[in-house]
C-alpha cells in the first residue's frame, strides 16, 4: 500500500486520501457557501484548483505520509467533509484543517476526523506538534481544536478577522484519557 492509499477509520466514518475521481463532489464542497465562508474566506475556487489541491496532496502523502482527505460516514459514499494536513503561511507550516457541509454539522463529525488524522500523525508518523489555524469568529472549530487538547498558543491580526493558532504535542496528546 502506499501512502496514499492511507484509509482510516473512527466509529463513524472512513476517511480516504483525495483521489482524481472525487475532483467534482471535492469541487462542489469547496463551492458550499458555509464551507468556502469558513475555509476560503468564501473565495469561490474553480475546479483547476481542487484538481491542484488534490495532486498536491498525494505528493505529500508520497513525501510526508500525510495530506488530505475524504470524508464518509462509514458505508456510505457521499463526500461529506474533508480534513487533513495542508502547508498555510509565509514561511509554509503544515497545519490540520477539517471542513463539513452543513449537513453534517453538530454531529462531532469534525472532531471525530480530525482527532483519527491528529492519532494518525502523532502515532505512525511521529509527529512532535499538530497545529491548526482558525479564524476568530468560527467558535464551532475552536470547540473542535479545544476537544483535541490544543492550546491557543498565538493571535495574529484585528477583530473580526483575528487568526488563532492553536497546538497540542505529542506529550500531552498522549496523556489524553
Known amino acids: 500500500m502506499?501512502?496514499?492509499e492511507v484509509v482510516l477509520e473512527s466509529a463513524r466514518l472512513e476517511l480516504r486520501p483525495f483521489h482524481p475521481r472525487d475532483a467534482a463532489e471535492l469541487h462542489a464542497l469547496f463551492l458550499d457557501a458555509d464551507v468556502a465562508r469558513h475555509l476560503l474566506d468564501g473565495e469561490r475556487v474553480p475546479r483547476s484548483w481542487v484538481e491542484d489541491e488534490i495532486t498536491g496532496s498525494r505528493d505529500r502523502f508520497e513525501t510526508l505520509g500525510c495530506g488530505l482527505w475524504s470524508v464518509r460516514r462509514a458505508g456510505e459514499s457521499p463526500?461529506?467533509?474533508?480534513?487533513?494536513?495542508r502547508y498555510?503561511?509565509?514561511p509554509p507550516e503544515l497545519e490540520l484543517l477539517y471542513a463539513l457541509l452543513p449537513s453534517a454539522w453538530g454531529a462531532g463529525f469534525a472532531t471525530e476526523a480530525a482527532e483519527a488524522v491528529t492519532a494518525y500523525a502523532f502515532d505512525r508518523l511521529d509527529f512532535a506538534v499538530v497545529r491548526a489555524a482558525v479564524d476568530e469568529p468560527n467558535t464551532a472549530s475552536i470547540r473542535v481544536l479545544e476537544r483535541l487538547d490544543m492550546s491557543q498558543w498565538k493571535a495574529e491580526g484585528d477583530a473580526p478577522d483575528r487568526t488563532l493558532f492553536y497546538e497540542v504535542d505529542a506529550e500531552a496528546w498522549a496523556m489524553r484519557p
Open 2 to 4: 502506499t501512502p496514499s
Open 88 to 90: 498555510f503561511f509565509d
Open 79 to 85: 463526500i461529506i467533509g474533508i480534513v487533513g494536513y
